[in-house]
């Protein structure tokens, strides 16, 4: 796999992961070939299925990777959204390499890449129209501009899969990263995946290369199956994150394997007085079976934009190596809003700069127009079964001046330095909370005896409960 050579993870490291990242991609391999074929019929697991199909090639797609597809793909997704209500469509886009810029989905609809399509993102500027900023942000995020429209995205929609038998999604993020960093956009740069004020949503069976900015971000939304993807973008990429679940609700993040240059999932809800003013959380989430590399990033980052509040996250049989932190909590004054009912369990962490990591002074604001005095509460974080080995610093854990966060509850954690010369075990100020069977003893704010171990909730998260269709077209030769 000839993108592990543009990082620089040592080669132990790199065996490692990529067993990791391989046990997933077979795992994903064995259930998309136990159900792809079945005589002249491909089928699939989705969320619902459709009663209309049609081929790209049905709207003109040439697959040569030069040929635009821009309007070949509007074309298709206007004309099935026709029958949206009869039943839905199925959009399948064959094998071969098909040149895009931005378009939009529908409700009641599937987008399934065969194995061996690749969407190709187009590098024209001028095909990602303009959007304004996201009610909760007030801004962009690159910049006070608006923000180019992402290269798969749609607003308002109910019952949406984008799925496929491993087929790629191509950000040919290279040119936005080399603009971002030399400061010339006054816009922000596209996303890969993006859907606004969406019920009912799959992306699945995926890899995803090379985004100008974030991967996948469900905004706004509820009733969310992201799972079985691989997601790969060079460690150095700007604000690559895997997954953005913002302002969301009932969302289950399983099987995903993440390498990018920020954090692999980052759960967010919107920026200091916007964020505020919209007041929508992203809440009743389980993030299970992440595996992750981000040496710039974290595994897991609450925040920082999380003025709407973020609550009810679970995030359970984790793995990473090489990555800039395990959990990190990002926040400041003037965000307002509250992370609270975090639960982890089962991690396992190699190469890891900080275990766990909380700050409320990460800074960043949209504008001046934030209230300083809009304290974020930060309350009730569970950490238990916790194994990381190759550690800098067990904990960096900071809180607000004068205003404390609170709540948290560490068990059956064990913290090596291993090959790590400078390490700081704990730094703690503006925390509190307990502990039990952590090695190395906590902070003096860490330490009071807790329980033997810590809550973690035993009810299904809703979003687990919902039983998969098998879904089916037919082949073409």
Not at 206 to 222: C, E, K, Q
Not at 425 to 439: D, E, F, R
Request: glycine residues 10%.
């Amino acid at each position: 796999m000839a993108f592990y050579q543009q990082y620089t993870l040592s080669p132990n490291l790199v065996a490692i992961f990529l067993l990791f990242g391989l046990l997933i991609l077979a795992l994903s391999f064995v259930e998309c070939r136990r159900n792809l074929l079945s005589g002249s019929y491909a089928t699939y697991a989705a969320i619902n299925c459709r009663k209309h199909t049609a081929y790209l090639t049905d709207f003109g797609g040439f697959g040569d990777g030069k040929t635009s597809s821009t309007a070949v793909f509007r074309a298709a997704v206007q004309n099935l959204s026709q029958v949206a209500e009869d039943g839905g469509a199925q959009l399948i886009v064959p094998p071969g390499r098909w040149l895009t810029g931005s378009f939009n989905l529908t409700s009641h609809f599937t987008l399934f890449l065969q194995s061996g399509a690749v969407i190709v993102a187009s590098q024209d500027a001028g095909e990602y129209p303009l959007l304004v900023p996201l009610p909760s942000y007030g801004e962009g995020r690159d910049g006070p501009g608006g923000r180019f429209s992402s290269l798969i995205g749609g607003s308002h929609l109910n019952d949406v899969v984008v799925t496929g038998d491993n087929g790629t999604i191509d950000g040919q993020g290279s040119i936005w990263w080399k603009k971002f960093n030399r400061k010339k956009l006054k816009n922000t740069r596209p996303y890969l995946i993006e859907l606004i004020y969406a019920n009912q949503v799959q992306i699945s069976n995926l890899t995803l290369i090379d985004s100008p900015s974030w991967f996948v971000h469900p905004v706004y939304s509820r009733d969310i199956i992201i799972q079985d993807l691989i997601i790969r973008a060079p460690i150095d990429s700007p604000n690559t994150y895997g997954i953005n679940p913002d302002s969301c609700s009932n969302v289950k993040i399983q099987d995903v394997n993440v390498v990018s240059g920020d954090d692999c999932v980052a759960v967010k809800s919107g920026w200091d007085e916007y964020g505020i003013r919209f007041g929508m959380p992203t809440e009743q989430m389980v993030i299970r079976r992440l595996t992750c590399s981000s040496p710039n990033g974290a595994v897991i980052a609450l925040g920082s934009e999380m003025s709407g509040g973020i609550k009810n996250i679970r995030a359970e049989d984790i793995t990473a190596i090489n990555s800039l932190s395990g959990i990190r909590i990002k926040t400041s004054p003037g965000r307002g809003g509250y992370i609270t009912d975090i639960f982890v369990n089962e991690m396992n962490l190699q190469a890891i700069d900080s275990v766990f990591w909380t700050t409320g002074s990460h800074g960043e604001h949209p504008d001046l127009g934030y209230d300083s005095r809009a304290l974020p509460v930060v309350d009730r974080i569970t950490y238990r079964n916790v194994v990381a080995e190759d550690v800098k610093m067990a904990g960096n854990m900071g809180g607000i001046d004068g205003y404390p966060f609170t709540g948290f509850c560490l068990s059956n954690v064990t913290i090596g330095f291993g090959t790590q010369k400078e390490n700081q075990v704990w730094n703690c100020t503006g925390v509190s909370g307990v502990s039990s069977n952590v090695l190395p003893e906590p902070c003096g704010e860490l330490s009071e005896k807790g329980p033997s171990n810590c809550e973690y909730p035993q009810d299904p998260v809703p979003i687990d409960v919902l039983e998969m269709n098998t879904c089916s077209f037919a082949t073409t030769s």
